[in-house]
């Protein structure tokens, strides 16, 4: 059983559409982040999520809106995509008591063209 | 100057030799600090965690954590051409919002 799933694991899409990718964990962890890995492979936090409640919002473009309709879902949806968006993005979950125990899904690589 | 430096490498090996990983930070309030191990196309797998100063060991990995010099190091011993992949070093305050810092990662590469 996949602890953390992301869906879909690729998508190309074109400048200017609308897309939203999703995150799943099924360890019963309390949060979730969101991720953005660049070309050079440095991973930046975006988001995070405690219980269903938003808790870091670093400085990403307002055309990210993460939404956590549970505490075991977060998904992220993206409008006016542009090719600066291109990445590969990871959902994590970790619980926010006790040793940190991080988890980290599959990614989903974002191509924009 | 970011927060967490690493040597993007990449760093080659022949199998069977001790690797060490390295990364510096500028924040001295991390006190948790964590090894990533990426391979191509997948997510982070956490390897190491340790909190505040001194040594964990795991198998043939062993993490060192030095806040007097802001300075973490990751050793794997008799590498193997599977412990090729790309090793992120991490780290965070703690608190509320548990928000990890990552280096850039160095790639590693065991000849065998």
């Known amino acids: 059983d996949t602890a953390v799933s992301q869906t879909p694991k690729y998508l190309v899409t074109q400048m200017g559409n609308d897309k939203s990718i999703k995150c799943e964990q099924n360890l019963g962890h309390d949060t979730m982040y969101w991720y953005k890995q660049d070309s050079k492979k440095f991973l930046k936090i975006m988001f995070s999520?405690?219980?269903?409640?938003?808790?870091i919002n670093e400085t990403v473009p307002n055309r990210f809106s993460p939404k956590s309709p549970d505490k075991a879902h977060l998904n992220l949806h993206i409008n006016s995509l542009e090719l600066g968006d291109s990445a590969v993005y990871f959902c994590?979950?970790?619980?926010?008591?006790?040793?940190?125990?991080?988890?980290f899904g599959q990614g989903t690589r974002l191509t924009v063209v | 100057q970011k927060e967490v430096e690493q040597d993007p490498g990449p760093l080659s090996v022949p199998e069977g030799a001790i690797v060490s990983l390295n990364c510096t930070y500028s924040n001295s309030a991390f006190q948790y600090f964590m090894w990533y191990r990426q391979y191509s196309r997948k997510g982070p797998e956490l390897l190491m965690y340790t909190y505040s100063s001194g040594n964990k060991e795991d198998g043939r990995f062993t993490a060192q954590v030095d806040k007097s010099s802001k300075y973490i190091s990751l050793f794997i011993r008799d590498s193997q051409p599977s412990d090729s992949a790309t090793y992120l070093c991490a780290m965070m305050n703690g608190g509320a919002t548990n928000k990890l810092i990552f280096g850039t990662g160095t790639l590693l590469a065991v000849q065998p």
């Open positions: 999520y405690n219980n269903k409640e938003l808790i």
């Open positions: 994590a979950s970790s619980q926010s008591t006790g040793a940190w125990k991080g988890f």
